[in-house]
């Protein structure tokens, strides 16, 4: 009897089963960790693939923005290109040029291998094209015409791949000239050759301009030298018209004069008269004549202008010039802040000061000693205007443009000396140096004589 | 006491009415002086060198005043000669002219002119010029020595 075989068998059975049981348990668990393990994988991966996706945005973003930059910066370039008056071109080679190479070698490859990739409209018309994207692509050698001077291959080589500013011409069929003035730049990396940018500038009209020029200043070479000879022309009359004209006047007041001394007694009243009046009429037209040579003066003997010190001109009338007239008056001179420097002709400067002053000296109020003011203030227009001032006799207003003429005298000559050229002196020498002069008066209380001179001279000759 | 003598003036001036102008207001003046007068260049070379109409002879003048603007031989040429010659250079020349114009002065200083003179306009003028050249020529300065 065998029934522990029976169990045994199922012992057996539920032995493997068990066995069995704890296998897929174990398998499982094994297969839990595992799909754990995956699972922590794939986390991971997931992880990094967001990560990853983070970056390609990210990197879009910025792809984005450099193409928007690029974009920009190209849209300028652009602009700058259609915008240009001046041709400009890129070209590049299509494949680098060996530097150190002999010479004619590398001629030779610029000719093969040399293709314009970019140029403006400018360049274009140059080569009777209307857009620039019309020479994309071409060689040079495509477009020029014999007789076409500008810079040639060797020329480039032999300049370092470097021309500046060259000026160049081209003619066309009719015979009309063109000029340009051409530079061009090689890129050269590493030794080599490889692309160049031009700039072709049509200055035909400049060159126009510049020939006018030279033209315009011949003319006026010969308007200046027509001027100064009849400049001459007007010094040599007014010199001989004083000069020839005093001879025979001397005679007539010298022997007038000694006349007058022989014959004191021997004549009648009426005779000594009429002798004094002609001898007087004598001197009276030297000093005519005199007044009117330094009149004509003004213009014809011009002296180049320089910065003058107006307190130095009237220091020097005070000391010289006007030292007796201001002792015999009683006079003084006021100055009561230093006087603005001006452009002009120093003894001319003295001139006028000299008549204004004197004059404002001469004309004074019965026994009121004359006072005389000078004074500058700059103006606007870089001129200065000086103020002479005095207490005198003044001027009425209907008169205010007359004094200005020659010989114009307002008082007889018994009241106040001078022949009345002294103002109109004065207005040619202000005119001389582009300025005015005018009077503010009242009669009884003085006048002021105002006029206006250049500040500074500009920095060219004279 | 030493008796002063009289000054020689020679002047060379064509013009009539101003030799006698010049004449004049020299006779004014304080100091006896023998004015000697010649009308041209050339009479005032025959002058100076005793010939012509001076071969009997004519005294060494002390001054020589000269007018620039004569017919024939010039001022300048009258000046220039007496200037080149040995004997005659030691003689003080003063100019005295109608003219102002600078080239005639410098010309003139060039030449070795002692001094330049403008003619005044009046009687007067002259005679104040005239006084002036006696006073700076035979009063100031020391006279060359009669036998030179």
């Known amino acids: ?462 | 006491m030493a008796k002063l003598e009289p000054l020689t003036i020679l002047l060379v001036e064509d013009d009539l009415a101003d030799q006698k102008l010049i004449k004049i207001s020299l006779r004014r003046q304080k100091v006896a002086n023998d004015l000697c007068i010649v009308s041209s260049g050339e009479e005032g070379m025959d002058f100076l060198h005793r010939r012509g109409d001076y071969k009997s002879g004519a005294p060494r003048p002390d001054l020589i005043l000269l007018d620039l603007n004569m017919p024939g031989m010039g001022g300048k040429e009258f000046l220039r000669r007496v200037k080149n010659d040995e004997h005659l250079k030691k003689i003080p020349v003063v100019i005295l002219t109608t003219s102002d114009a600078e080239r005639d002065i410098v010309d003139s200083y060039k030449l070795q002119a002692s001094g330049y003179v403008s003619k005044p306009v009046t009687l007067a003028g002259f005679e104040e010029v005239m006084e002036k050249i006696e006073e700076y020529w035979f009063v100031l300065c020391k006279r060359l020595p009669k036998e030179c």
Request: with cysteine.
């Open chain 1, 1 to 462: 009897m065998r029934v522990t075989g029976a169990r045994d068998e199922v012992g057996q059975l539920s032995r493997v089963f068990d066995d069995m049981t704890a296998n897929l348990k174990k398998s499982r668990e094994e297969l839990e960790e595992y799909s754990k393990g995956l699972e922590r994988m794939v986390g991971e991966r997931a992880a990094e693939l967001a990560r990853a996706n983070e970056q390609l945005q990210q990197n879009i973003i910025e792809r984005k923005k450099a193409e928007e930059e690029l974009k920009k910066v190209t849209a300028r370039h652009h602009r700058l290109m259609d915008g240009s008056i001046d041709g400009v071109w890129f070209s590049v080679f299509e494949e680098s040029i060996d530097i150190t190479l002999p010479e004619a070698e590398i001629v030779r490859l610029m000719g093969e291998r040399e293709i314009i990739v970019e140029a403006n409209d400018a360049v274009a018309k140059m080569y009777g094209f209307d857009e620039g994207r019309q020479l994309v692509g071409k060689r040079w050698t495509e477009l020029q015409y014999p007789g076409d001077n500008l810079p040639s291959s060797l020329e480039l080589v032999r300049s370092h791949y470097k021309i500046d500013r060259s000026v160049r011409t081209e003619k066309d069929s009719m015979g009309n000239i063109t000029y340009y003035e051409e530079t061009e730049v090689g890129n050269i990396v590493d030794n080599k050759l490889v692309s160049f940018f031009g700039l072709t500038r049509d200055i035909t009209e400049r060159k126009k301009a510049e020939e006018e020029r030279e033209t315009l200043f011949e003319e006026l070479q010969v308007v200046n030298s027509k001027l100064g000879q009849s400049n001459k022309e007007l010094q040599d009359f007014a010199y001989v018209a004083s000069h020839d004209l005093q001879e025979p006047l001397r005679k007539i007041t010298s022997f007038g004069t000694l006349l007058q001394d022989s014959l004191e007694g021997k004549l009648d009243e009426d005779q000594q008269e009429n002798l004094g009046f002609m001898v007087d009429g004598g001197k009276r037209m030297q000093t005519m004549i005199d007044d009117l040579l330094t009149y004509s003066r003004v213009t014809t003997r011009v002296r180049s202008f320089q910065q003058v010190d107006l307190n130095e001109v009237i220091e020097d009338l005070k000391s010289v010039e006007l030292a007796t007239l201001l002792d015999e008056t009683g006079g003084c001179i006021h100055i009561p802040e230093p006087l603005l420097s001006v452009w002009g002709d120093s003894s001319q400067m003295h001139q006028l000061l000299q008549n204004l002053v004197g004059n404002g000296l001469k004309f004074q109020r019965e026994k009121i000693p004359p006072e005389i003011t000078v004074q500058t203030h700059q103006t606007g227009d870089n001129m200065v205007r000086v103020e002479v001032q005095d207490n005198g006799i003044g001027i009425a207003e209907e008169y205010h443009e007359q004094v200005f003429t020659m010989f114009k005298r307002l008082h007889s000559r018994e009241r106040y000396k001078g022949t009345g050229i002294g103002l109109a002196v004065c207005k040619k020498i202000v005119e001389r140096h582009t300025g005015d002069i005018g009077i503010k008066s009242t009669p009884g209380e003085g006048s002021t004589f105002w006029f206006t001179l250049p500040r500074e001279g500009r920095s060219r000759k004279n």
